[in-house]
């Protein structure tokens, strides 16, 4: 669904490459996952903590405008990550607070959170739809009723994460008991190690999560590490490319985000990766074999699912599956009918059968001066802008990129692509 006045419409842009050699520099934007959840944390807990390296994306540079000026009519716009966390912010701060944004955005689900949040005796009400912002918010303090709060049936991990970074301030010792299958429990993981960057005592077994209220914080300073789902654009020229030498300052296996999974499951016999300088550098001098996996688990990282089923089809691999995919739909736009359509584009069909969307891709062709759509969807513009090292392509509405990587383009052209308005 199209998101009235959010984006610029009827905008396109022609983008090509005349070598397909890529050689440069590129600064990721930092991960604006890392970034909010630090936000929410400084805001709550250590005012005087210094964040470094911030991410300029649309969604972190609007939660830091909204939680600096300490506003109560709040609209959020696109930004689901912020939505979910100012829910449980207002839900356990004072004052009364209202929560709106898109019309998309109203569509997503909440009601797993507030009935959470609820659980802990806060007080919100939905103000015209039951399930759906825009919500009022009576903020209060709010009490643990029970040793054992049991959250196995939230699906969301940006409803587990909003709620763990509220716990300090919960009255009353508990456990949290969560599902450790569900969709992007990784990102959970990621709000734990941020909790304990903040000083605070996290323990977990098994299902089983709770935050020690005593925070011994010992830095006032907080450098918030390069995006990794940026990245795998970049990582997706790379296979694309002719010849590449590309450097990425910061970046580093060993990270917070733990996205570096799916470096190494696609792969190529002359690409290679090396950590220097404090950063990573990747190197192709000829093309080589591809290397594709037929199997590819997307539940933990599934921004990146995008992205490789771009990929696949166009290094030359035809019959994959791929799993993890459910929470596409309930994303910035449904993204599971928006990578479908994209794949039909260039002759992919990817169709669900129970748990699984097959990719066929034997009959993969991509025509010159193709145009893609991009459905108000930042990820959906970027993960088929490597396809522009084969063929030139048109690109709708190109500024949905700012929501989590404002100079994608830029960046683009620092390696000889050619972005052209239309």
């Not at 969709?183 to 935050?211: A, E, P, Q, W």
Request: with cysteine; net charge positive.
């Amino acid at each position: 669904k199209r998101i009235a006045g959010l984006y610029p419409q009827a905008k396109m842009i022609r983008l090509s490459h005349g070598t397909g050699i890529l050689k440069g520099t590129i600064k990721l934007p930092s991960s604006k996952s890392i970034c909010n959840r630090m936000l929410i944390l400084k805001k709550l807990y250590e005012s005087d903590l210094e964040l470094d390296n911030l991410s300029n994306a649309n969604d972190s540079v609007l939660l830091k405008k909204i939680l600096d000026t300490d506003t109560r009519d709040i609209d959020v716009q696109d930004a689901g990550t912020a939505f979910r966390f100012l829910v449980a912010y207002a839900a356990s701060g004072e004052g009364e607070y209202i929560i709106r944004g898109t019309d998309r955005l109203m569509e997503r689900p909440i009601s797993d959170l507030v009935d959470a949040l609820r659980l802990f005796g806060a007080d919100i009400t939905y103000l015209e739809k039951e399930g759906q912002a825009p919500l009022r918010i009576v903020g209060k303090k709010l009490k643990a009723s029970t040793s054992l709060i049991d959250l196995t049936n939230v699906k969301s991990s940006q409803f587990i994460s909003a709620l763990l970074l509220i716990a300090p301030r919960i009255q009353g010792e508990f456990n949290l008991k969560v599902n450790t299958k569900m969709s992007s429990y990784s990102y959970v993981l990621l709000t734990l190690s941020c909790l304990r960057r903040m000083g605070f005592s996290v323990h977990v077994k098994g299902m089983y999560i709770s935050v020690n209220k005593k925070q011994k914080f010992d830095g006032e300073y907080f450098l918030i590490e390069p995006d990794w789902s940026s990245f795998y654009y970049w990582f997706s020229m790379a296979h694309l490319s002719k010849e590449c030498e590309l450097f990425f300052p910061g970046l580093r296996l060993d990270n917070m985000q733990k996205e570096r999974k799916h470096l190494f499951e696609v792969g190529n016999t002359r690409m290679s990766f090396e950590e220097k300088d404090n950063g990573m550098l990747i190197t192709k001098k000829k093309q080589g074999e591809a290397e594709c996996p037929d199997v590819m688990q997307f539940s933990q990282y599934p921004d990146s699912a995008m992205t490789f089923g771009m990929l696949l089809p166009a290094l030359g691999c035809t019959q994959h599956q791929l799993k993890g995919l459910e929470s596409l739909k309930y994303k910035e736009c449904d993204r599971e009918l928006a990578l479908v359509e994209h794949l039909n584009k260039v002759g992919v069909s990817l169709e669900k059968s129970g748990k699984i969307w097959e990719l066929n891709a034997e009959n993969y062709k991509l025509n010159a001066e193709t145009i893609f759509p991009t459905y108000d969807d930042h990820r959906m513009a970027m993960c088929v802008a490597p396809l522009a090292l084969k063929q030139p392509i048109h690109i709708e509405n190109e500024e949905v990129v700012k929501k989590s990587y404002p100079h994608f383009w830029d960046d683009m052209k620092s390696v000889g692509f050619t972005v052209k308005k239309i």
